[in-house]
């Protein structure tokens, strides 16, 4: 069985720009979720998919975007970023949206400048 | 929205002692998971456990749903456990999203 992986795993950017970071779920799982966890906080969810569909939005912008695509996996796009954008962003999949153990991937680390 | 606290914040354990990290919540739940944060940043699973009593060799929990709380026990720590102890919710009235603590931080000193 396949874990979750995510790439790329250090990111650096600059103010503006605009970062895709991608997530590929386990084996099985049709639900995705990303989460942002800054620096010395718990992680914060993001949005999540489920069948490529958007499934639920957490409290941030509409310039944090995402995609899933028909084998599961997933985008976070996120365009003209700030300073405050800079964290450890994790993806999570699982089988069943809500209800079932969501499993983690090793996160992107992304430094905005 | 649902409140999840956790305490302590912190916690310095010498190697053998045991632990319980506690977790507090708001609302009803049909989803609480217990993770460690290792230093590389990996969430890794400890329990799914949204009621009841689980154990796996060191370290259970125990989930009291009614009373919206659950304790994680760590026995006969090792260094190896130290990181951040997370627990996370996904509640009834809510979307499917996990809502994390603030997190335990745990130190194990040899």
């Known amino acids: 069985e396949t874990g979750v992986t995510q790439s790329p795993t250090h990111l650096i950017k600059t103010r503006g720009q605009q970062v895709t970071l991608r997530c590929s779920s386990q084996?099985?799982?049709?639900?995705v979720s990303w989460y942002q966890q800054a620096l010395g906080q718990g992680p914060q969810f993001i949005f999540q998919y489920y069948r490529e569909e958007e499934n639920g939005r957490g409290n941030f912008p509409p310039r944090f975007s995402g995609l899933q695509f028909p084998n599961y996996s997933s985008e976070l796009n996120v365009n003209a970023l700030e300073l405050d954008d800079s964290a450890l962003y994790l993806c999570?999949?699982?089988?069943?949206?809500?209800?079932?153990?969501?499993?983690f991937g090793p996160g992107t680390r992304l430094t905005v400048l | 929205g649902i409140q999840v606290e956790q305490s302590p914040p912190d916690l310095i354990l010498q190697e053998g002692a045991n632990s319980t990290l506690r977790c507090n919540f708001s609302?009803?739940?049909?989803?609480l998971q217990w993770f460690h944060q290792n230093p590389w940043g990996q969430l890794i699973n400890l329990f799914y456990i949204p009621s009841g009593t689980k154990q796996n060799g060191r370290l259970s929990a125990t989930t009291v749903a009614t009373e919206r709380y659950s304790l994680l026990y760590i026995s006969s720590s090792q260094t190896t456990d130290s990181g951040v102890y997370f627990c996370?919710?996904?509640?009834?009235?809510?979307?499917?999203?996990?809502?994390f603590g603030k997190g335990t931080k745990l130190t194990v000193n040899p």
């Open positions: 084996s099985g799982h049709n639900t």
């Open positions: 999570a999949s699982s089988s069943r949206a809500g209800v079932d153990t969501q499993y």
């Open positions: 996370a919710v996904a509640w009834r009235g809510g979307s499917e999203k996990l809502v």
């Open positions: 609302d009803s739940v049909n989803n």
